[in-house]
C-alpha cells in the first residue's frame, strides 16, 4: 500500500468513527441544557476540535504504519482507545450515564497515555502528535465530573 493510501486509512478512519457516533447522538444532544462549569466551552466547539484530534490521531497512526512500526500491541491499544472514546458520548449524552462516564473517561485517559508512550517509543512525532488529545481528554475529565455534579 503507498504511504498516502495508508495515511488515508489512517485519518478516516478516526474521522469516520467520530462522524458516526457523532449521528447516533445527535438526537440527544443535551449540552446546552446542562448547568455547565467555569470554562466550559460553546458547543459549536467541539466537532472543531474533534476533527482535528482525529486528523492529528491518523497521522499519528500513518506515521508508525508507513514506516512498518506498528505492531498488534500498538494497533490494539489504538484501536481500544478508539473504542473507549466512541463509546463515552454515548454513555454520556444518549443514555444520560453521567457518573458512569466519569469512570469511563478516566479509562479513556489512561489508554490515550499508554498510546503516547507507545507511539513516542517507536517515533517521538508519533507519540508527540497524540499529546493534544490527551490534553483536550483531561479537559473533558474536567467538564464529565462538573457537568455530573452541577447537574445531580
Same mark, same amino acid.
Given at each position: 500500500?503507498?504511504?498516502?493510501?495508508?495515511?488515508?486509512?489512517?485519518?478516516?478512519?478516526?474521522?469516520?468513527?467520530?462522524?458516526?457516533?457523532?449521528?447516533?447522538?445527535?438526537?440527544?444532544?443535551?449540552?446546552?441544557?446542562?448547568?455547565?462549569?467555569?470554562?466550559?466551552?460553546?458547543?459549536?466547539?467541539?466537532?472543531?476540535?474533534?476533527?482535528?484530534?482525529?486528523?492529528?490521531?491518523?497521522?499519528?497512526?500513518?506515521?508508525?504504519?508507513?514506516?512498518?512500526?506498528?505492531?498488534?500491541?500498538?494497533?490494539?491499544?489504538?484501536? @481500544?482507545?478508539? &473504542?473507549?472514546?466512541? +463509546?463515552?458520548?454515548?454513555?454520556? *449524552?444518549? #443514555?444520560?450515564? !453521567? =457518573? @458512569?462516564?466519569? &469512570?469511563?473517561?478516566? +479509562?479513556?485517559?489512561?489508554?490515550? *497515555?499508554? #498510546?503516547?508512550? !507507545? =507511539?513516542?517509543?517507536?517515533?517521538?512525532?508519533?507519540?508527540?502528535?497524540?499529546?493534544?488529545?490527551? #490534553?483536550?481528554?483531561? =479537559?473533558?475529565?474536567?467538564?464529565?465530573?462538573?457537568?455530573?455534579?452541577?447537574?445531580?
Amino acid at each position: 500500500m503507498t504511504k498516502f493510501k495508508i495515511y488515508l486509512k489512517s485519518i478516516m478512519i478516526p474521522v469516520l468513527v467520530g462522524g458516526l457516533v457523532g449521528f447516533l447522538i445527535s438526537g440527544s444532544m443535551d449540552y446546552s441544557s446542562l448547568q455547565k462549569p467555569f470554562l466550559a466551552p460553546p458547543a459549536i466547539l467541539f466537532p472543531i476540535v474533534w476533527t482535528i484530534l482525529y486528523i492529528l490521531m491518523g497521522v499519528s497512526y500513518g506515521i508508525l504504519e508507513s514506516n512498518s512500526l506498528m505492531d498488534w500491541k500498538d494497533q490494539f491499544i489504538y484501536y @481500544f482507545q478508539l &473504542f473507549v472514546n466512541a +463509546l463515552w458520548p454515548i454513555f454520556f *449524552f444518549l #443514555l444520560k450515564w !453521567r =457518573f @458512569f462516564s466519569i &469512570f469511563w473517561i478516566f +479509562l479513556l485517559v489512561v489508554s490515550v *497515555f499508554i #498510546l503516547i508512550v !507507545r =507511539f513516542y517509543q517507536k517515533n517521538k512525532m508519533s507519540g508527540l502528535l497524540q499529546i493534544p488529545y490527551l #490534553l483536550w481528554c483531561l =479537559f473533558a475529565t474536567y467538564l464529565n465530573i462538573s457537568m455530573y455534579l452541577l447537574n445531580r
